[in-house]
Nanobody, 125 residues
Framework: QVQLVESGGGLVQAGGSLRVSCALS????????MAWFRQAPGKEREFVSAIRWSDGSTYYADSVKGRFTISKDNAKSTVYLQMYSLEPEDTAVYYCAARTYYSDSYADTARYNYWGQGTQVTVSS
């Protein structure tokens, strides 16, 4: 059984910072990439950031570029999303995702075969 377990969400004021984590547990799993998506009420799930596991290449949505940083810890099989300069528009449930096959598309939800349960991030104005 493979699980992605997110943690670190919460309430923060606009302009503040927050870090969310995603730990992959269960049987040893080769992964091509891990990513963060988010979904605000009434909106579709959208891509936030991804990291290619082999070499650490990173990818960001334009809306978070320069404010968010994705990173990984190979030994802990964990991926992090450090968020700075948070805005009320960043309020959403943040989901961690992983895929176990090669793809050159990082922003498509359909390209990931494992998902976490989500963690709420709320940014107050």
């Amino acid at each position: 059984q493979v699980q992605l377990v997110e943690s670190g969400g919460g309430l923060v004021q606009a302009g503040g910072s927050l870090r969310v984590s995603c730990a992959l547990s269960g049987r040893t799993l080769w992964r091509h990439a891990m990513a963060w998506f988010r979904q605000a009420p009434g909106k579709e799930r959208e891509f936030v950031s991804a990291i290619r596991w082999s070499d650490g290449s990173t990818y960001y949505a334009d809306s978070v570029k320069g404010r968010f940083t994705i990173s990984k810890d190979n030994a802990k099989s964990t991926v992090y999303l450090q968020m700075y300069s948070l805005e009320p528009e960043d309020t959403a449930v943040y989901y961690c995702a992983a895929r176990t096959y090669y793809s050159d598309s990082y922003a498509d939800t359909a390209r990931y075969n494992y998902w976490g349960q989500g963690t709420q991030v709320t940014v107050s104005s």
